[in-house]
């Protein structure tokens, strides 16, 4: 079953902090994946999208990785600010389909 | 937003009663998806739409129904509503569907509660 999981549930850091946040997938044959940000009351917004070819990238103080022999991506989040407190949610796309599978997300809270 | 709006945003609704969801698009994307996000759950496809009146349906499909008569509105019905329904519902977008680095861009959410 494609599957997307997510850890930590959740993460406390102060502001200033670097955090890294995990995302394990069993969905096959692999497609793209993607990170979002989720602010409170509002709709997922698309941080990075990576394919089989890429192994990182970058959007500002955000950035992916991707390791398609294991499965795995994980987001860094360098020099936290407190408008980083958001959800972030892994997403994950089959080859052809065009539909998404989402995990259900990291917490993330920064603290002055 | 990405020029996709909502409506309503929030509404409460008895058990047994339709209700009907709006998605409106300014992008002219080809595709459209209806999500709904629950708490422990990621966000589940509804039911989504590659072109005028070519809808498919989704994980959670049961309960729901869709319509798409124009490219840029995309409807979500529930014909009875039931309980297990409150959630927040999300339409998304997407030019070229879900492959490769196409983008997938959210509405601001609609919070739905029945009662």
Known sequence: KNQVEQSPQSLIILEGKNCTLQCNYTVSPFSNLRWYKQDTGRGPVSLTIMTFSENTKSNGRYTATLDADTKQSSLHITASQLSDSASYICVVSAYNTDKLIFGTGTRLQVFP | ?115
Not at chain 2, 21 to 36: G, I, K, S
Not at chain 2, 56 to 80: H, M, P, Q, W
């Open chain 2, 1 to 115: 937003d990405a020029g996709i709006t909502q409506s309503p945003r929030h509404k409460v609704t008895e058990t047994g009663t339709p209700v009907t969801l709006r998605c409106h698009q300014t992008e002219n994307h080809r595709y459209m998806y209806w999500y709904r996000q629950d708490p422990g759950h990621g966000l589940r496809l509804i039911h989504y739409s590659y072109g005028v009146k070519d809808t498919d349906k989704g994980e959670v499909s049961d309960g729901y129904s869709v319509s798409r008569s124009k490219t840029e509105d995309f409807l979500l019905t529930l014909e009875s509503a039931t309980s297990s329904q409150t959630s927040v519902y999300f339409c998304a977008i997407s030019e070229y569907g879900a492959g490769g680095n196409n983008e997938q861009f959210f509405g601001p959410g609609t919070r739905l509660t029945v009662l």
